[in-house]
């Protein structure tokens, strides 16, 4: 029935590496977690294995029985909402207004545009029969809304006063693919906000395509810690039906495979003379608008968790952690605990009124030791712990999910403000941290021996690009012939095409491409005019 | 391909109607709305077509190319993020988590509960391919989640410490109905939310039933200024599978029909004990738990603008209205307007600051009279006019949508607080109106020809009642044959049987039973025990 994966290996290392601190001597002997709770691999051992236990033992998705579908739990479906939070904020500070339209397309809207129809076709899922009749016609689930939406721009515009038309809708997107699902980053039900303008001028539509970038730019980085690197996609790998695509790719630094983030596009006026979507300009002529396209999915989720999880779990970025902070008191059996419970009591309101998400685990059937694991494994940014001791010196203890680091506060210093400030920098040094481990990992390669070292050592490749499909296709069957005689490692996930990802908006850092040979000899005549990154991608 | 009417009544009564001020002597001579861009028949004549002009007019929707598939344009979006919001924070008070589900189901999972499927399966649309490939087996889209949900309830609950269990989620619903679809009413896709909780005690449960009904009642009277009924469904209308169903009704004054507003439900153990969700209660003994399921869709819009709306349009409530005032300065060609927009500036900003959702609207190509037209199609609850002659006096006009009414506002006594208590007792005004009009037309009726006279008359129709299927199918099928044989006039929409709509949570203000006969003259036997309510509905 479920995808669900057995887990062969029984050991439960997570129980065995907990560490219960001294002060604890409380009822059970057991401190950690019970065999099959905590991660059982290890994130740089086994990568896809660790992401399924990482993301079911954290209670944040699970397994369907219709395949390539999941289950968003609480915890996860609240980091999604957080990014509909900041980004609906922010485009209707912009003009963008919402909607929502069918989640079906008959075939013949959904054909009106070639090249783009071309792109989905293979994909489209059709509802066929309703009860037991057949219908009349089969009809699609929407794979994205282009065809669904533009008949209705063609009615509602008609003249210059009905422009710009800034629509968005968050919905459920179907792409019934047959490649390997991978829960949040490919799947056949996926949830995304997608944006459809419509402008008097390209200019006009050309600047809302970078504000948006920006805007995605913002959610990875401001929210998800997750660095991104801006770009435009290839012609070979732009929006079926697009002018240009531009895009925010992350990285994986584990198996040093990229995550295209999210796009925005330029659809030029393709699909708006396709469905004629015209209007009467102030000169008294007849125009087709130019219409962009853009949309982020919660894609964006299997990103953070594959980023920043370690090997204790899930490690939530602050600003959209369901619980920001966990307060443990230490009890012990067979003890007056009144004081550290009020105490931690205290604090937990204290920092509730201050608005931080947080949680008082005070049960006395759980070890502090098992208590930690468990809201570890939960990814909880910030735990506080307070024990008789800690009382004692008017103390408490903070421990940071990202980087282990245990230190005391006098309670002197406590107060909403100084743990919003805690929160604050574990963000900035959660970012910080994936900023370095990509940048290391973005190579400088002038050569095919070159590149294809890099590539099979989990890196992501500029190379000297001059515009091309075939260089692009060559790229791509070479790298796919030269890593599977390599030595990469099918575990390492270091195996397969690379792709272009992005050719990179800022090459300010770059070196010059001054004299440079073109990265394709068949083309040894086009002189490169950029650096294009490439790379293995998910 | 579209399914929009089209109008065969040329003649624009809207813009005969308009008087324009007598302050405007602008540029042009028309101030209404252009040929066909207002309503051109009345409520009370043609109440469908009325119904379908005041919804794509107001460009609160949109017809579509799929049968029974509809639009939801900015303006209309808008009430439902409104409704979204506010019961979204309630529930979460109350420690209810949202989730997401997939869409899709297999057809062994929705027969899992025998009861429940039969309910639904006419309905179920199939998905069979996937691009030229068929599926494996067909998955239905789901109409509603809970033989989605219930198999990881079964997996997730284990121990009275996982209990209770509450989730709920935001989703678009599929029923594939072959009855007449009415927008927003019953469509083949719509939106709402569904709750599913489960205890570990009845007790718990049916506290919650009614703690949502009461918030689902909330949602009416306080947003959407609509009066509802709280009672139970009867055996025949209660939600397939469930122990009883509890409804909010609502009442459409022109045509006489009753719309089931929203359901909260409870399941006993009815899906607990087919789904295998049991758990460890304190004393070890394994139990069965009790389950809820609740849900408020996208109707509710429906309801509201078929309980407000006018002959000239939308009329929207003020909690829910994308624009709640409308600020028209009176601006005269050839004359110097600086000073009347300035001001009307000043007011505008003013509301801005004070967080009321405030337009202005000082376009130069429209006269007064077109915009006081087009604001008041788009159903807008206040305008505030100012010109030249109200500068000198040192006030404003207001004129509210609901009633018409105008009058004058010193500009001394201006405030954003100001407008908010004009805007408040617009709400009030408009549910206290839609109140009287609902009570009116629920009649006591003692006898069949009480009954069908009353009904007739477009009534709703309180019966001495004792629980009994029988009961309820000879008054479907008597009420049925009587209203072809009556006068009733297929226009105003009396015609079609009655049903139960609930037995009222209320009984208080409801005549004694004492001495009074069953209403059903077949089982005369059992003496009745509460009033029941039937009608006519959607």
Not at 149 to 162: C, T, V
Not at 224 to 239: D, H, M, R
Not at 428 to 454: C, G, Q, Y
Not at 496 to 509: F, M, N
């Amino acid at each position: 029935m479920s995808e669900q994966p057995t887990t062969t290996t029984a050991n439960n290392t997570k129980e065995k590496k907990v560490k219960a601190p001294k002060q604890q001597q409380q009822q059970g002997s057991s401190s950690g977690l019970k065999q099959n709770e905590g991660i059982d691999v290890k994130k740089q051992e086994n990568f896809s294995e660790w992401y399924s236990q990482v993301i079911t033992k954290s209670e944040f998705l699970d397994y369907y029985d219709v395949s390539g579908c999941y289950i968003f739990r609480p915890n996860c479906w609240f980091v999604w909402e957080s990014v509909q939070k900041f980004f609906d904020a922010e485009i209707k500070k912009l003009g963008v207004q919402n909607v929502m339209f069918p989640l079906f397309v008959t075939k013949r809207a959904l054909e009106t545009e070639k090249d783009h129809v071309e792109g989905f076709s293979p994909e489209v899922a059709w509802v066929t029969k309703s009860g037991n009749s057949d219908l009349q016609e089969p009809i699609a689930l929407r794979p994205t809304s282009e065809t669904i939406m533009y008949p209705s721009y063609a009615k509602w515009i008609q003249s210059h006063r009905d422009l710009p038309l800034r629509l968005n809708q968050w919905t459920n997107v179907v792409r019934w693919e047959f490649k390997h699902a991978v829960p949040f980053i490919r799947s056949r039900e996926f949830y995304w906000q997608e944006g459809h303008s419509a402008f008097k001028s390209k200019e006009e539509a050309d600047e809302e395509v970078f504000t948006i970038l920006d805007l995605y730019k913002r959610v990875y980085e401001e929210l998800l810690a997750v660095p991104v690197i801006k770009g435009t996609k290839t012609e070979n790998e732009k929006f079926a039906g697009a002018d240009y695509t531009t895009t925010v790719e992350t990285f994986i630094a584990t198996n040093g495979r990229a995550v295209q983030g999210g796009t925005s596009h330029h659809l030029g006026q393709n699909f708006s003379k396709m469905f004629k979507i015209q209007f009467e300009a102030e000169n008294k002529e007849t125009q087709f608008a130019y219409q962009n396209s853009w949309g982020l999915s919660t894609r964006t989720l299997g990103v953070m968790i594959m980023v920043h999880g370690d090997d204790k779990g899930m490690v939530l970025p602050p600003r959209v952690a369901f619980c920001q902070a966990v307060v443990i008191p230490l009890l012990f059996k067979d003890k007056d605990n009144t004081a550290v419970t009020e105490k931690a009591k205290e604090i937990y309101s204290e920092l509730e009124k201050a608005g931080i998400r947080v949680k008082l685990d005070d049960r006395l059937e759980r070890t502090p030791g098992w208590k930690y694991n468990y809201w570890e494994l939960r990814g909880v940014p910030l735990r506080i712990e307070i024990g008789p001791k800690d009382l004692e010196k008017q103390q408490i203890m903070l421990c940071r999910r990202d980087t282990g680091e245990k230190w005391t506060m006098p309670l002197s210093e406590f107060s909403g403000d100084s743990i919003k400030m805690v929160l604050d920098k574990i963000h900035d040094s959660m970012l910080n941290k994936a900023r370095k481990e990509m940048n290391e990992r973005i190579v400088v390669t002038r050569t095919w021996p070159e590149f294809i070292k890099a590539l099979n050592s989990g890196n992501m490749c500029l190379i000297p690009w001059h515009e091309s499909k075939a260089a692009e296709e060559y790229i791509k069957e070479k790298s796919k012939l030269e890593s599977v005689q390599s030595q990469s490692d099918a575990n390492t996930g270091l195996t397969g095409a690379a792709k272009s990802l992005c050719v990179p908006l800022d090459q300010s850092s770059f070196p010059s491409l001054e004299g440079l040979e073109n990265f394709y000899p068949d083309e040894a005549d086009k002189k490169p005019n950029c650096w294009a990154l490439f790379g293995r991608s998910y």
